[in-house]
Structures are given as structure tokens and as C-alpha cells.
């Protein structure tokens, strides 16, 4: 069935990296969303990216949607402590138009 | 203001009891869903429903059940629980217009450990 698959699962960065996380479909995407859960919290909304070659900034975050529109990244320029959490990508499912959830990329970020 | 609160935050159950997630949103969004989040398995979908009186089985939902009698309340019941259910539950909805282009308000989750 169609995969959505998120690199890395885990990183660690120190305060004032970057950091960049990727998210690749097996099948073509008409959108795709990012999603932030802080430790402990629920998953909160952040972007949508729906054109071929899309970019959107959010302050220090910038997020990319691919031409063929099977992958997606996030990057985060000079991470801070705030940053840390889980973040998922998700598209919708081409059978079922459900949203397909990538396993996720847990940041750490040292003071 | 509007949201999605589930109840309880916690519950801890034994194996074979049935069990209820409840969850209440007041944004009168048509579509509700339930997920289940596991280490190295992100968010996973177990029910979700369209409308009042509309549910539809997800990606796991052997052994969970839901009811939409109304747009807020789409209660999530585990029949006869199972350790391997243990995990942390998210309720989430969204407005209902286009289904998969539009993002999902997500409750603060029901963790649920089943001994």
C-alpha cells in the first residue's frame, strides 16, 4: 500500500544548528501537511503545500514541496530550544483521500 | 473558544474489559477522526466518520468500535481490551468541506495502558 516515510527518526542537534527533515510518498501527493507535537503534547497543524516546487517560510522554517510532488522536506535554520518535538508529514491517501501519516522526526535541541 | 477535549488523560485498564475514549468538539466540524500514536509508528488511523451516523473502518481498527449519534461526540470503545492497545489515543476533526485537503484539529490525547 502507499507509504509515507519520514528521515531522519531521531536528531540531535545543538542549539543554533540546522536541522532538516525529509518526507517521501510512494505515490504522488495532491498536498501535503506538516504537523508539530511538542513532548508530551498533540500533534498542532503548521503548513499545507499543495503546487509542484512549492516554498514556504515560517520565520526560521522553511518548507519545500518536490516537482514530482512525492517528497517534502522541513528545515529549520538556527534551532532553539523551543523547536523541540515531533514532526510529521502527511498526505492524503491516493485510494482513500485519507491523510497517511510518516512515522515522524523527534528533535532534540541542547542548550 | 472552540476545541476538542478527551477524556480521561489517563486510564488504566486490565485485558479483557471494554473501555471508552471519549472525546467533544465544539467547532460543529462534520469530520471526526480517531488515531492511535506508537513509538516508530507516528499516527495511525482506527476510525473516522463524515457526518452523524457515518463511521468507517481505518488502517487498525480490529477490537476498536465508534458511534456518531451527534457531530460533537464520537465516542471510541475498545470491545475487549488487549495489551497490545495500550498506546496514546488522539481525537481530531476538521471543518468537512474537502476532506483530504484540509487540515485536522487535533484533542490532547488519552493514554491509555491495558495490564
Known amino acids: 500500500g502507499q507509504q509515507v516515510m519520514q528521515i531522519p527518526q531521531y536528531q540531535h542537534v545543538q542549539e543554533g544548528e540546522d536541522f532538516t527533515t525529509y518526507c517521501n510518498s510512494s505515490t504522488t501527493l495532491s498536498n501535503i501537511q506538516w504537523y508539530k507535537q511538542r513532548p508530551g503534547g498533540h500533534p498542532v497543524f503548521l503548513i499545507q503545500l499543495v503546487k509542484s516546487g512549492e516554498v514556504k517560510k515560517q520565520k526560521r522554517l522553511t518548507f519545500q514541496f518536490g516537482e514530482a510532488k512525492k517528497n517534502s522536506s522541513l528545515h529549520i535554520t538556527a534551532t532553539q530550544t523551543t523547536d523541540v518535538g515531533t514532526y510529521f508529514c502527511a498526505g492524503p491517501g491516493s485510494n482513500t483521500g485519507k491523510l497517511i501519516f510518516g512515522q515522524g522526526t523527534t528533535l532534540q535541541v541542547k542548550p | 473558544d472552540a476545541e476538542i477535549t478527551q477524556s480521561p488523560r489517563h486510564k488504566i485498564t486490565e485485558t479483557g474489559r471494554q473501555v471508552t475514549l471519549a472525546c467533544h468538539q465544539t467547532w460543529n466540524h462534520n469530520n471526526m477522526f480517531w488515531y492511535r500514536q506508537d513509538l516508530g509508528h507516528g499516527l495511525r488511523l482506527i476510525h473516522y466518520s463524515y457526518g452523524v451516523h457515518d463511521t468507517n473502518k481505518g488502517e487498525v481498527s480490529d477490537g476498536y468500535s465508534v458511534s456518531r449519534s451527534n457531530t460533537e461526540d464520537p465516542p471510541l470503545t475498545l470491545e475487549s481490551a488487549a495489551s497490545s492497545q495500550t498506546s496514546v489515543y488522539f481525537c481530531?476533526?476538521?471543518?468537512?468541506?474537502?476532506?483530504?485537503?484540509?487540515?485536522?484539529?487535533f484533542g490532547s490525547g488519552t493514554q491509555l495502558s491495558v495490564l
Open positions: 481530531a476533526s476538521s471543518e468537512g468541506r474537502g476532506f483530504a485537503n484540509e487540515k485536522l484539529f
